[in-house]
T-cell receptor, first 114, second 110 residues
Framework: EPEVTQTPSHQVTQMGQEVILRCVPI?????FYWYRQILGQKVEFLVS????????KSEIFDDQFSVERPDGSNFTLKIRSTKLEDSAMYFC????????????FGEGSWLTVV | QKEVEQNSGPLSVPEGAIASLNCTYS??????FFWYRQYSGKSPELIMS????GDKEDGRFTAQLNKASQYVSLLIRDSQPSDSATYLC??????????FGSGTKLNVKP
């Protein structure tokens, strides 16, 4: 069964460093998402991406964050100058265009900022 | 921010009982509704989706949607200890954006 894959599964970084989280969405999907879940808290929407551009972003997704689809398969989330409060699980997700279809999540990238 | 509200729980039920999980949402423009299960440290996995008023059954799971009252619920029949997890309600808005509730933690006691 097709799945969303994410790398790395876990990354430890020093505060102030840049981090890139990578995702390979399901191949026929057109909408791509990044979500964040701080330990013990809810899944929070960061950004959605469609047709090679950001379609929507939350108030969390400030200038520190950026997304890119550098080729036909990868979808990346870059966090510049990481802060302690960026420590969280970051989930990539994707879905087809059909609004009746759900989003499918990757296994997540656990980011620890020290 | 569109609101999706869930009781955080924990909801404790004995094995074999029916577990009832509820969710309310704030935006009448919401189009589709989903229930996910999340085990600790894992990503959410889809249980069911529902778009029309009424009930939708899939095995031991039944989703119920009432758009007039803006609530969606999930019933789990014959609950098993393996059902112990956090259940997330998600709402699709504007054909693009999924909002998640904070989740209800379910404990099924053997």
């Amino acid at each position: 069964e097709p799945e969303v894959t994410q790398t790395p599964s876990h990354q430890v970084t020093q505060m102030g460093q840049e981090v890139i989280l990578r995702c390979v969405p399901i191949s026929n999907h057109l909408y791509f998402y990044w979500y964040r879940q701080i330990l013990g808290q809810k899944v929070e929407f960061l950004v959605s991406f469609y047709n090679n551009e950001i379609s929507e972003k939350s108030e969390i997704f400030d200038d520190q964050f950026s997304v890119e689809r550098p080729d036909g398969s990868n979808f990346t989330l870059k966090i510049r100058s990481t802060k302690l409060e960026d420590s969280a699980m970051y989930f990539c997700a994707s879905r087809t265009r059909d609004p009746g279809n759900t989003i499918y999540f990757g296994e997540g990238s656990w980011l620890t900022v020290v | 921010q569109k609101e999706v509200e869930q009781n955080s729980g924990p909801l404790s039920v004995p094995e074999g009982a029916i577990a009832s999980l509820n969710c309310t949402y704030s935006d009448r423009g919401s189009q589709s509704f989903f229930w996910y299960r999340q085990y600790s440290g894992k990503s959410p996995e889809l249980i069911m989706s529902i778009y029309s008023n009424g009930d939708k059954e899939d095995g031991r799971f039944t989703a119920q949607l009432n758009k007039a009252s803006q609530y969606v619920s999930l019933l789990i029949r014959d609950s098993q200890p393996s059902d112990s997890a956090t259940y997330l309600c998600a709402v699709l808005y504007n054909f693009n954006k999924f909002y998640f509730g904070s989740g209800t933690k379910l404990n099924v006691k053997p």
